[in-house]
């Protein structure tokens, strides 16, 4: 850019941001903020941020691509694996064991650009509690201000290089294969809620037991991170985790955060306790100048603590239970005779909770303990619900006195809060199926679009082929009245045929003599009727066989040399009288005639053969 843009001007673009488009830099870095719109003015040619200015009111779709430049969405699944692999081996088993069975996990994932860091914590919760927690237990709430990011993000469809950082066994399980991208399982997806969220204006989600927000805040100025650093202990539960960034270290910071692993930036929320809470009688214990104070604030300090709305217990260094106010002896049974007696010989000491280690805990960090929403099973079968805290008492010096142990009645906040979070998980359940309903509407929408246009598409194919269809039964038509006429013919043919054989059939049994005809192998083609008589042979035993082979009374043997000689010479008949015995057995002598037969669909002559009994 040929000069530099001026601060002014500057401001009066962000200030158009806020008001056109609702987005608030102004906690942003300003030398990153204004390096990043500058480099969008300079593929534009655009040299003063006043020129931007009516850029954007000109061409609105500019807006998409600055945010896109300022947002950056530089993330990737378990980016820096060591820090994760502390996550997964150290805090997330820590935030299973405080969870009772049926207690839900709730995760926020801040700035999660394309969701890889969402789907990451996802995976290792699924691991860790089970694939059916992950389904019905774990809510991982997903956020960022870009739009376009977020709709990547629900998706869950990441190419082959986004998933390569992911381990074998846990891309098998937990992603499925469609059209060569790697999709985020469904069943597993519903326990990711996407929606857009502002760090610094919107109010934080609530009782989180973990909240990633990796190389987020480093974008803000001091101010604005600690605002949001505030938000976030509001956000978290009290044994809630905040997982962060390689850059960011929250060293000024630590009266809200202490760290479990610095290397890694995984901190734990630092309790705010309110210290009017304290009663000043007690904190002052052992202490000689207590003596010195006149009777009437003895007892006014005495009754103030006897009469508190709260359950409270005194114990001293030695284990023993020193004062115990109204409350707290009817909520316990406790009796006067039970005050110096060590704790550790009383019911309280175990029951509704272990207190013995939650007081050495207190000694060992010297900072008060919360337990909250203790269950507690009443003698009438009633439930009850506590918070206890125990706080270190201290004396002048430092000196510690022993410890103050509060028992707070808050089974009507817990009812309520049970009764709000199944209202919000029937809400965002009924959100999510809301939303899963419309993207399967739209795809619907988009499958029927293209169905209509393939029927289209579809129809017209028919009506072409169905125009080609009735051309080729036209066609079909004209073949059949041909095929009829044919027919006709044959079948008049065939009866000519017919009357012509039975014709020849009724000569050949009308004459008297024995009438055979062979063609030149001799195989027999008539037999007639007289024939049939003088031989006792049907017509259909003889023919198609050899004549030579018959076995009847006329000596045929003879009869070769005769028919031979006929069939060589076509001119001449041969005649011969032989000895023959007929079919009744009598002898008779038979002359047998041989007349050449010229078939015409055989290349040699047949003969003729005319048998009569000489009388």
Known sequence: MSSEPSEEKFETLLDYLQRVRGFDFSGYRRPSLKRRVARRMQMLGLEEFGYYVDYLEVHPEEFSYLFNTILINVTSFFRDPPAWDFLARESIPRILSNK?????????????????EAYSVAMLLGEAAGEEALRKQVKVYATDVDEDALSQARQGSYGVKEVQSIPADLKDKYFEKVGGRHVFRTDFRRSVIFGRHDLIQDAPISHLDLLVCRNTLM???????????????????????????????????????????????????????????????????????????????????????????????????????????????????????????PLQDLEISYRPVELRSLIE???????????????????????????????????????SLGV????????????????????????????????????????????????????????????????????????????????????????????????????????????????VVTDDDFSILIWNRKAEDMWGLRADEVKGQSFFNLDIGLPVEQLKAPIRACMMDAADGQAVVLDATNRRGKAIKCRVSCTPFINLDRPGPGAILLMEEMS
């Open 100 to 116: 009772k069975e049926g207690d839900f996990i709730r995760v926020w994932s801040a700035g999660c650009a394309s969701g890889e």
């Open 219 to 341: 974008y803000f100025n001091a101010e604005t991170q600690t605002r949001i650093l505030s938000r976030f202990h509001f956000a978290l539960s009290g044994n809630g985790y905040l997982f962060l960034g390689k850059a960011e270290m929250l060293l000024s910071h630590m009266n809200l955060y202490i760290p479990v692993e610095l290397k890694h930036r995984i901190f734990c929320k630092v309790s705010q306790n309110n210290m009017r809470e304290r009663l000043l009688v007690l904190s002052q214990a052992g202490n000689p100048e207590y003596a010195n104070h006149s009777t009437h604030q003895v007892s006014l300090r005495e009754s103030a603590f006897d009469s508190g709305l709260l359950a409270q217990i005194v114990v001293d260094l030695n284990g023993n239970l020193v004062l115990a106010n109204e409350r707290g002896r009817a909520l316990f049974g406790l009796l006067p005779r039970d005050l110096g007696r």
């Open 361 to 399: 805990q207190a000694y060992a960090e010297n900072r008060p303990v919360l337990l909250s929403n203790l269950k507690w099973a009443l003698s009438n079968q009633e439930v009850q619900y506590l918070d206890v805290q125990v706080v270190p008492m201290l004396g002048n010096g430092d000196t």
């Open 404 to 515: 103050s142990v509060t028992f707070r009645d808050v089974t009507s906040l817990y009812q309520l809060q049970t009764e709000l979070q199944r209202s919000k998980q029937e809400l965002e359940t009924a959100y999510e199926e809301l939303q899963s309903t419309n993207e399967e509407l739209e795809t619907t929408n988009e499958e029927l679009q293209s169905t209509v246009e393939e029927l289209e598409t579809t129809n017209e194919e028919l009506q072409s082929s169905n125009e080609e269809l009735e051309t080729m039964n036209e066609e079909l038509q004209s073949t059949n009245e041909e095929l009829q006429t044919l027919n006709d013919e044959i079948r008049q043919r065939t009866e000519e045929l017919n009357r012509a054989n039975a014709f020849l059939e009724s000569i050949l049994s009308s004459v008297l003599t024995g009438v």
